[in-house]
């Protein structure tokens, strides 16, 4: 049975990876509570759109807190796009999805990361008072990681802590509305299901109808046995045949 319960478990640790993610409208800390969802607009358009750096980078950028938006060309259900100055190529740089908080350390304000693929936006939080309501663009001081820095009084710890937080964050769409499990959660779910009832089901079987005990009661158990050595004998066929170092003795399950 040990097989069966090593498999159920590494079934449900790979779901809570799947659906335990920050909510990229709200982040409780230490210091207190930080919460932008009356900042990001639920329309699906940015907030602060069309954001150009200091210096010249052929880019514009645009964010949106807490909600997905669209920005066409290519920018479908996105929190950060970055947008060609003619307007003609556009690349998300990260979901609301992807959100990660950083509370900051001694003098530092508090953060939240975004990123899609290999490029990442980090923006800065800076509190305010006298109602200002700015994001500021700072481009791309290395390649693939992106900066912007948010004015407002909701990058203050807990000024804006009694909005009321989405019970639900996650939206597949541009309009910002709400969504359940992703398609890759629920995929997983089925197969645990599947798989705890194929080994128990056969469990019960083995043992009230055949009454069988012990390791005999996991299902096909000569197969689950022989999987890792099957699965070393592919890798080890398919490297000696990429590397043209010669065929080895390969029999297919």
Not at 76 to 95: E, H, I, P, R, Y
């Amino acid at each position: 049975m040990m097989m069966s319960w090593l498999t159920i478990f590494t079934c449900f640790a790979s779901l809570s990876s799947l659906i335990i993610a920050d909510d990229p409208c709200r982040f409780e800390a230490t210091k207190g509570v930080i919460d932008l969802t009356s900042l990001g607009r639920t329309d699906g358009k940015a907030a602060y759109p069309d954001k150009l750096p200091p210096t010249g980078s052929g880019y514009k950028y645009s964010y949106n807190p807490c909600k997905p938006f669209t920005e066409e060309p290519a920018c479908n259900g996105v929190a950060v796009c970055q947008v060609s100055m003619d307007g003609k190529f556009s690349f998300s740089l990260g979901t609301q999805e992807s959100a990660s908080w950083n509370q900051g350390g001694i003098g530092g304000g508090p953060s939240v990361t975004y990123s899609a693929g290999e490029k990442t936006v980090v923006v800065t939080l800076e509190c305010v008072s006298d109602g200002t309501n700015e994001l500021e663009a700072l481009g791309e001081p290395t390649t693939n990681h992106y900066k912007l820095n948010l004015k407002n009084k909701c990058a203050c710890w807990d000024e804006c802590k009694n909005v009321p937080p989405e019970t639900t964050t996650k939206s597949s769409g541009g309009g910002g509305g709400k969504s359940g499990l992703s398609g890759g959660a629920v995929f997983i779910i089925i197969i645990c299901v599947l798989l705890v009832t194929y080994f128990v089901g056969f469990a019960a079987y083995y043992r009230f109808r055949l009454e069988r005990a012990g390791v005999e009661l996991i299902a096909h158990r000569t197969f689950w046995v022989g999987l890792p050595g099957y699965a070393k004998d592919g890798v080890v066929h398919v490297y000696r045949r990429v590397l043209n170092k010669g065929d080895t003795p390969y029999q297919s399950v």
